[in-house]
């Protein structure tokens, strides 16, 4: 059986202040929940922070983004065994900002996942199309080519020590929440892909769903057989709304 698990993408929001009293309200209301993982990706300067913040808590922390170089002369990035001393467990990678707004290609968002893994960081790895790909019938060919950059460079059982992020862009920040069945069958066919190359990978691999997730809308999705958590963004900078949806992953 697969845990779930509820990771908040806080994007560029945030200063100490604000930071400190959103964990706090998480940590108090995290204390009823034992069936899933809660995680915060915060931005990086807050990283020691929020480290600090959640030494008595279940709750655990991760970063947005990590530099596909490990050391030397890369002007302004972050390194994963630099995340990795700061107290993260966790990174997002190939969120579709980064790729749609700083350029990182397939490729890139592949190595950074190896690096990642090479430092002890569990990498949730983002894949999901746009609105014309959609339209185009182009949702499965898009999310292959993103997993398929990933799996030329790592062993499929690698997997095990990460989590998919299916969000498909339309929905992320919109409003527009792909609906339960939507999500759960890109979600099939991500796991039925990975069951294709090794059936107990595919079967132990948590695959989350991301775009528009809220504390209406996330008990539906969660229920799904293929849905194992969600990774939210807008709805996780607000502690009430944020934990409505973990206790939806806490059921599930
Ligand atoms: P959203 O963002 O929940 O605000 O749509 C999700 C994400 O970008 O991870």
Redesign the pocket.
């Known amino acids: 059986m697969r845990t779930s698990f509820v990771a908040g993408?806080w994007?560029l929001n945030g200063n100490q202040a604000s930071i400190s009293a959103l964990v706090a309200n998480i940590n108090a209301g995290l204390e009823s929940l034992n069936q899933t993982t809660v995680a915060v990706c915060a931005p990086c300067v807050y990283v020691p922070l929020v480290h600090t913040l959640t030494q008595n808590s279940t709750l655990k922390l991760g970063a947005q983004n990590v530099s596909n170089y490990e050391t030397g002369a890369y002007t302004g990035e972050v390194s994963a065994p630099m995340l990795k001393e700061f107290g993260c467990e966790y990174v997002?990678i190939g969120?579709?900002?980064r790729r749609a707004l700083f350029g990182e290609s397939d490729e890139i968002c592949a190595q950074k996942f190896v690096r990642a893994q090479q430092a002890g960081l569990t990498p949730i790895f983002?894949v999901g199309e746009t609105l014309t790909e959609r339209e185009a019938n182009q949702t499965e060919a898009v999310i292959s080519r993103q997993l398929q950059a990933l799996l030329a460079i790592i062993d499929v059982q690698d997997l095990v020590n990460s989590v998919v992020?299916y969000?498909p862009i339309w929905?992320?920040?919109?409003g527009k929440t792909a609906t339960p069945e939507q999500a759960q069958a890109v979600h099939a066919y991500i796991r039925q892909m990975i069951a294709n190359l090794n059936k107990s990978v595919a079967e132990k691999l948590q695959i989350l769903y991301?775009?528009?997730?809220k504390g209406s809308n996330a008990a539906k999705l969660f229920a799904m057989p293929d849905i194992d958590g969600g990774?939210?963004?807008?709805?996780?900078l607000n502690a009430d709304e944020f934990l409505t949806i973990c206790r939806a992953g806490n059921k599930a």
């Not at 929905?171 to 919109?174: N, R, Y």
């Not at 990774?231 to 996780?236: H, V």
């Open positions: 993408n994007k997002i969120h579709s900002e983002c992020a969000e929905a992320i920040g919109t991301g775009g528009s997730v990774l939210i963004g807008g709805a996780a």
